[in-house]
């Protein structure tokens, strides 16, 4: 702690400003009003300081998105040339600016194969927006205008737009705003630890999978026009499916004529160690949204990809489509995405997260199976999960969900690491380029976090 005067005052007058003028999102600003912002002030690779002074190792990548890290000077660079040479142009009304061209280019190398155009966005719940759209548009000029269900799943998170809240799957979401729209409905999550009950995780992966083929059934395939779900589920809580969920998901989907959407705003740009979670899980999206580690959250950008199939009716037969964000392929957002997706490429940032230090990460969290209030350990690459529990023999929760999960994070926070909760699941998502030691630093930080937590709760 540096609790000069000084920056006490700076702090103050800042969280002073904040409480009066700023709204946050998904924040009890009454909560929040009583405590003060923490106010974060610069960065370098992966760590994080605040305008006390106060360094913080980001166990999540600022939010699931900053994956070459903290710092990089040719991003900044990539931004400052672009901007002074055409901050500005659009891309409607048949005009084009060239780092939107140059970007698209590379995402179409980059993506599977039948991937090869892309639909920019500026973030990803606009991305949600846009697969919706798009979604109906294409079954309407394939003469089925009644298949317009979107199939999600519970504890999805895919935006925060009215169209994405409502493809995502969050019931304290839904409850603001009389959401989801029309035509979204959700099915169970592939939450083994919490749903699985005596069926191994083999068996229950089955069984989450052909929740969807029951719903296809029960509303009628000629009604059904996507399934939407992230590879694995991010901010529901790092559901990392059992094996066969998604062999037998394929199945169905191939089976019945609906399209598969492949959320990659967390998944994809390495996090997993392969370029995108389609890759990890062998998986041909028919639309692909993406955003977060698509700039490394330099800039606000997002984009859907679409696959060869979508994008041939669309163009052969859709004629004008009417719908696109001002901003849609920033030209300043693009020069940086551009830039990012070569530092993940040339410095072989995501073989490294494959081979190297996915696996270390992966093999250091595991210990922390040994704690008394660790009920599982789990996750794959540069995502992980813990589940705190109050009896790890009987899978059984904390009564409270949520509040034990609460009390962790903020004992993180306030020993030195970012940690995220969801319920009583602590996260992380670190940025891909964290080193060996700085992985035993996080897990080292964790142990301790998780010690302080016990001990608070008097646990053992
Ligand atoms: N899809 C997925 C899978 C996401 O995780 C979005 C879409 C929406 O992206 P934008 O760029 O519109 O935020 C997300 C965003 C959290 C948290 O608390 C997660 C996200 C955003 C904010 C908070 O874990 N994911």
Redesign the pocket.
């Known amino acids: 702690m540096n609790d000069t005067p000084e920056s006490l005052s700076i702090t103050s007058d800042l969280q002073e400003a904040d409480r009066r003028h700023h709204l946050h ?2 924040t009890d600003h009454k909560q929040l009003g009583k405590k003060g912002s923490r106010v974060i002030t610069r960065a370098e690779g992966v760590y994080l300081w605040d305008s006390d002074g106060s360094k913080l190792l980001d166990g ?1 990548a600022g ?3 900053v994956n070459v890290g903290y710092g990089r000077q040719e991003l900044a660079q990539a931004a400052y040339d672009q901007m002074l040479k055409l901050p500005f142009y659009n891309t409607f009304f048949q005009t084009a600016t060239p780092p939107a061209i140059e970007l698209a280019a590379l995402l179409a190398e980059i993506t599977p194969e039948h991937l090869n155009r892309v639909f920019f966005t ?7 927006d846009t697969v919706l759209r798009m979604v109906r548009r294409y079954w309407d000029l394939q003469g089925q205008p009644d298949k317009k269900t979107v199939i999600s799943r519970i504890n ?6 009215v169209a ?1 809240a409502s493809l ?1 799957g969050m019931k304290p979401m839904h409850a603001q705003g009389d959401l989801p729209i029309p035509g979204i409905v959700h099915i169970e999550q592939p939450y083994w630890y919490e749903n699985g009950g005596d069926l191994s995780p083999d068996e229950y992966g089955i069984v989450a999978a052909r929740r969807l083929e029951e719903k296809i059934n029960e509303l009628g395939e000629d009604q059904v026009a996507a399934f939407i779900a ?1 590879p694995i ?3 529901g809580g790092v559901i990392v499916p059992p094996e066969t969920y998604w062999p037998e998901i394929k199945r169905i989907c191939s089976e019945y004529d609906i399209l598969l959407i492949v ?5 994809g740009f390495g996090r997993l160690g392969r370029w995108f979670g389609s890759d990890y899980y062998g998986l041909t999206p028919d639309l692909m ?1 993406v ?2 580690g698509l700039s490394s959250g330099y800039l ?1 950008i ?1 984009g859907v990809m679409v696959s060869d199939r979508v994008a041939v009716t669309l163009i052969e037969e859709g004629g004008d489509f009417n719908h696109g964000f001002t901003y849609s392929g920033h030209p300043a957002a693009c020069a940086v995405a551009a830039a990012n997706v070569r530092i993940l490429r040339d410095e072989k940032i995501i073989e490294r997260v494959d081979t190297d230090t996915g696996p270390y990460l992966q093999q250091r969290w595991r210990e922390l199976a040994d704690h008394p209030l660790v009920g599982e350990v789990r996750g794959v690459g540069f995502v992980a999960a813990l589940e705190l529990v109050k009896d790890k023999a009987t899978r059984t929760f904390f009564e409270k969900r949520g509040e034990v999960g609460g009390l962790c994070r903020d004992i993180c926070f306030d020993n030195g690491l970012v940690m ?1 909760a ?1 319920q009583d699941t602590m ?1 992380i998502s670190p940025p891909l380029i964290m080193s060996r030691e700085e992985i035993d630093e996080l897990v080292t930080l964790a142990h301790q976090c998780l010690e302080l937590t016990a001990k608070e709760l008097g646990v053992s």
């Open positions: 999102p998904f999540m939010l699931w998105c500026n973030s990803g719940s606009e991305a949600n999805a998170y895919h935006g925060s737009t994405a995502g992230e589920q991010g901010a959320d990659e705003v967390i998944c949204p955003a977060k606000p997002g995220r969801v996260i």
